[in-house]
């Protein structure tokens, strides 16, 4: 009688065979940066006048060169990693010279300094024709830009052709002792008192303001006095 001898094969898992799978995930960026980029980003840091977003940002740039991994900058800034990597892919795409913000996609600008300055100009130092003031269709005639973008831009430098605000300056050196009388007899009348108000007489001829108009300027509006120089006597 013959003997049969079986011999087992180890159980080898079949995983076992396969080289190991590299890990996934985002690998740590370091930002590079030549010894003159970071002795400007450095004197950012220590500028105390800098906007704490740019210092921010420099710190990013600095401690990302240096090979510090991108959760312990996000604790030591108190910001979201997701902060982090944003700033970290745009210093290495665009260069640490944007420290305030990466080029935004979209439409070009169609109009360009030369043009807004020129409009300002004519704004601030012309009058336009049968009007007293730029309103944004004569203004677009005028320069060939759509008003939508004439607004756009009176509103960015604080333009409003069509306010007029008021003053009045006294050359009167008693001005302050007459103003209080005047309203002294309105809070505190006398007994039987009789109070006249006179204004001026319009018919007679307004050749002037009393004071010279003031012009507009960015944020501060066109200003005249309220009263006019009259040619006669009453």
Request: glycine letters at 4%; aromatic letters at 6%.
């Amino acid at each position: 009688m013959q003997s049969h001898t079986i011999s087992e094969e180890p159980n080898i898992d079949a995983n076992q065979s396969k080289p190991p799978k590299k890990r996934s995930g985002r690998q740590a960026s370091v930002v590079p940066l030549s010894p003159k980029e970071r002795s400007e980003l450095e004197a950012v840091v220590r500028k105390s006048t800098a906007p704490i977003g740019q210092v921010a940002r420099a710190s990013i740039a600095l401690w990302s060169n240096e090979g510090v991994g991108t959760n312990e900058i996000a604790q030591r800034l108190q910001i979201s990693t997701e902060t982090v990597c944003k700033w970290k892919r745009r210093f290495i795409n665009y260069g640490v010279e944007l420290l305030d913000d990466a080029p935004r996609s979209g439409k070009p600008r169609s109009i360009d300094d030369e043009k807004i300055a020129e409009i300002l100009r004519i704004t601030l130092e012309e009058e336009p024709p049968l009007a007293t003031q730029w309103s944004t269709s004569s203004m677009s005639k005028r320069i060939g830009v759509s008003p939508a973008s004439i607004s756009r831009i009176w509103r960015t430098f604080g333009l409003k052709p069509h306010v007029l605000g008021y003053f009045n300056i006294s050359t009167d050196p008693a001005f302050t002792e007459k103003v209080r009388d005047i309203t002294g007899i309105y809070l505190n009348p006398p007994d039987a008192a009789l109070v006249l108000c006179i204004d001026e007489k319009t018919q007679i001829q307004a050749l002037d303001r009393t004071q010279p108009l003031l012009p507009m300027r960015p944020f501060v509006p066109e200003r005249q006095t309220h009263d006019y120089k009259r040619n006669g006597t009453t």
